[in-house]
Structure formats: structure tokens, C-alpha cells
């Protein structure tokens, strides 16, 4: 099992479920736990009887709303203490520096900081970096149409006090309006389709999740995968 966080104030569900759907077509048993505030997939995310917590599965993919720790999920999966979740990838969307501990996140196999430029995320983000004790090797996953020298510059400068060691490469998601409207409209009808995504917000999504399973041997699962998805039949 590989754990991956995803951490910043910025709202990241859409990214996590649509690289979820991207493991899923190629036989891969995700989970993605929203540790966030808001919990915003308890929303978009259909299920049937919602309650506090819950474990719902979504087009292949189980996801938990409400939980705190492992320890929480195992509990309600009836998985034993000492026993290993039976998924491939565990996605651990987090707004707050508490989820760094209860899901040991130094620990994952990878993280990504993820944020636009609007004040609120940048603001959001850096707080809950300053949570971070020990330092940290992280990725960063910036959304922004046209993505300036200056723009991570400043970011790299208001976040110097963080204990963190940033990757020197940077994944870029060139987001649309059109974007979000196929998004938007994907809640609308309970389907995760990326056929009318634009091919840029595509191809950040595949680069990102070929480095996610960074194994030579899914290439080719991935390569058919895309086709269907350059076909339109995804």
C-alpha cells in the first residue's frame, strides 16, 4: 500500500477523485480519505445513507468522510489493529497540521502541496505548513492558467519559515473555465468523465498519475488507458 498526501488550504477534491478514477481504470483499489474541514466530498460525492462517518464507494473507488486516523477506518472496515488496508493507494486529503500526525504523512511515500494564487489558499496553505515539526520533502502542484517566474518566486519567499524541502520540479495545471464546467457537470449527472476535459488539464492529470504509480511496468496500462480516454470512451 502506498500513501499519498495532498496538503494545502486550496480545495484539491476534484484533483484527488479524477486521479482516483485514472488508478481505477487500470485495476488499482483506491482510498481516498477527506481529513479536511469542510469534508467536501461528503457533498459532491454521492451515497445513499450519509452519516458522521462512513466508507462509500464511488465508480470503484472507496472513499472515508469523517475519520481521523487509520485506526478510526479500520475500526468501521472491521480490519484488525495490526492489520494492513487492502487498497493499493490511500490519497489523504489535509487542511490541517492535526492530520499530519494522525496519518503520519512524513511517512507517505509521497506529498504534494497543492494551491493556486488566490489569497486565501496561499494564506491557508502556509498556515498549515507551519504545523510541519520535522522537515518534510514535498512536491508542489500549482493551478494557475498562465504560471509566471514571479508567481514561485513569491511563493518560495512567504514560505521560507516552513520546514520543508521542496522538489526542484513543479507539476502545472493550466485550469479552464471549461474545466470546471465539466466538473461541475460530472456532480450534476454522479459521473467522473474526462472526455470533454481539455487536453492540458489531461495531460497534467496523466503525468501526475504516472509519477504517482512510478512503475515501468503500468506504462502500458496507462498508454491503453489514455487512448480510451483521447477516444472518448472515458
Do not use: C
Amino acid at each position: 500500500m502506498q500513501t499519498i498526501g495532498f496538503i494545502g488550504g486550496y480545495d484539491k477534491s476534484n484533483l484527488i477523485i479524477y486521479i482516483a478514477k485514472i488508478l481505477s481504470t487500470i485495476q488499482k483499489r483506491v482510498l481516498i480519505i477527506d481529513s479536511t474541514a469542510l469534508q467536501k466530498t461528503k457533498y459532491i460525492v454521492p451515497t445513499m445513507a450519509p452519516s458522521k462517518t462512513y466508507v462509500t464507494n464511488y465508480e470503484d473507488i472507496d472513499i472515508a468522510v469523517g475519520f481521523y486516523s487509520y485506526e478510526a477506518i479500520k475500526s468501521y472496515l472491521g480490519v484488525s489493529e495490526h492489520e494492513a488496508l487492502a487498497y493499493d493507494y490511500v490519497f489523504i486529503d489535509i487542511d490541517s497540521p492535526e492530520a499530519f500526525e494522525a496519518f503520519n504523512i512524513k511517512s507517505a511515500n509521497k506529498n504534494y502541496f497543492v494551491t493556486n494564487f488566490d489569497t486565501y489558499s496561499i494564506k491557508r496553505g502556509i498556515e498549515i505548513l507551519s504545523g510541519i515539526t520535522e522537515p518534510m520533502t514535498i512536491k508542489k502542484i500549482f493551478f494557475s492558467k498562465n504560471m509566471t517566474k514571479e508567481e514561485d518566486e513569491y511563493f518560495n519567499y512567504i514560505s521560507l519559515g516552513a520546514k520543508v524541502n521542496w522538489e526542484e520540479e513543479k507539476i502545472y495545471f493550466p485550469f479552464e473555465q471549461g474545466d470546471e464546467s465539466v466538473i461541475i457537470e460530472n456532480q450534476i449527472v454522479r459521473k467522473i468523465k474526462l472526455k470533454k476535459l481539455s487536453k492540458m488539464y489531461k495531460d497534467s492529470l496523466v503525468y501526475l498519475t504516472e509519477e504517482i504509480l512510478d512503475n515501468p511496468k503500468e506504462n502500458s496500462k496507462l498508454e491503453k488507458m489514455v487512448k480510451q480516454m483521447e477516444k472518448g470512451a472515458i
